[in-house]
């Protein structure tokens, strides 16, 4: 089984889910875009006493208008975060960070470690693990599901999600912690920065473009699609030593997905580029590099020729990297996601966990942008 069709979308259970009322339960991560909206529900709909670790003071403005109990605290301080999670019968692990590998490895990889062993030592009832898709490369095989092998591709952020999911399945298998893993897709709506906010910035300067014509297979989740699956994974017991895929379903196209967001900004069509043709790589290679390596050894007499290879390098890639530059902000890893065409096998969320997708794409997109044009971004 693919994924579930796009009709079924609006017919699940309309929350509360039930199981959380009057629980205590930390969400790391909380002031993020996932964990945020997260915190924001378990609070509101699922009437749960709810506790948020921030590292950021300056970034819990949305999360603070929920009735939600704020401690400041960060995943690599373990002292705080046993504090926050001092009579915790539930666990959302949300939080993550970006960029340079030393930081992925920081706060994702020895930031779950000292979650994971938090949650031992407090004997809370449940750890709901976000990881993601990216542990499964840029372009999963056609029909993966969540048992298909992780997916090193030397990018720090997907790395460092392996090696944390690694941590804590560590402890689900030799320290018999309760746990259950999200592998979260693409997620969109609001508040979305990558999958809502960027396309839409993008598209208003005219530098965004369809990969292969748009022809990919979009299977991103909508941010509360997204929220009722992890809700249930944090209580169904079924839950426990899983991982789960989480979409929309429907199996539609990038086109028509980015479609939606050159309507809403006014665009006609968007331009296509395609990812045989291209290659960002070029892209990554700095130019200084050539300077290190070849530089020193082309400045002797003998070697004069040498100097021409510096300069014809030199010039080579300047010229790439500026044919290639309006091609942002797609990067190699976005030419290979947008150009995947294949579903993903969703059937254990749907049997496990009872997940089906509330919102369809065209109602998650009527919310996008009520919420994009409050915010000023159309």
Known sequence: MSEEPAAGAGQGAPPPFGGYAGRQVLVTGGTGFIGSRLAERLALEEQARVRVLVRSWNKATWVSRAAVELVPGDVGDADSVARAMAGCAVVFHCAAAGGARHVCQAANVEGTRTVMQAALAAGVERVVHLSSIAVHGPNPAENADESDAFRCTRAPYGDSKIAAEEVAWQFYHERDLPLAVVRPTFVWGPGSPFFTVLPVQQ????????????????????????????????????????????????????????????????????????????????????????????????????????????????????????????????????????????????????????????????????????????????
């Not at 130019?287 to 020193?296: E, I, M």
């Not at 010229?319 to 254990?348: E, I, M, Q």
Request: proline letters at 5%.
């Open 203 to 378: 598209m208003k300067a005219g530098r965004w473009f369809l990969v292969d014509g748009g022809q990919g297979t979009c299977h991103a989740v909508y941010i509360d699609n997204l929220v009722d699956g992890i809700l249930l994974a944090g209580t169904r017991p079924e839950a426990v030593g899983q991982a789960f895929f989480l979409t929309d379903g429907g199996g539609g196209t990038w086109g028509e997905f980015f479609g939606h967001f050159a309507r809403m900004v006014g665009c006609e069509s968007l331009p296509s580029v395609s990812s045989s043709a291209v290659s960002t790589r070029v892209m990554l290679v700095p130019l200084r590099a050539v300077d290190w390596l070849l530089g020193p050894v082309s400045r002797t007499p003998e070697r004069e020729p040498l100097r021409f290879l510096v300069r014809g390098t030199r010039f080579a890639l300047m010229t790439a990297r500026r044919s290639l530059a309006r091609y942002a902000p797609f990067s190699a890893w976005d030419l290979a996601k947008y150009a995947r065409v294949g579903r993903l096998n969703t059937r254990r969320a749907h049997d496990l966990l009872g997940y089906r997708p509330r919102f369809s794409v065209a109602e998650g997109m009527r919310h996008t942008e009520a919420w994009l044009r409050d915010q000023r971004w159309l």
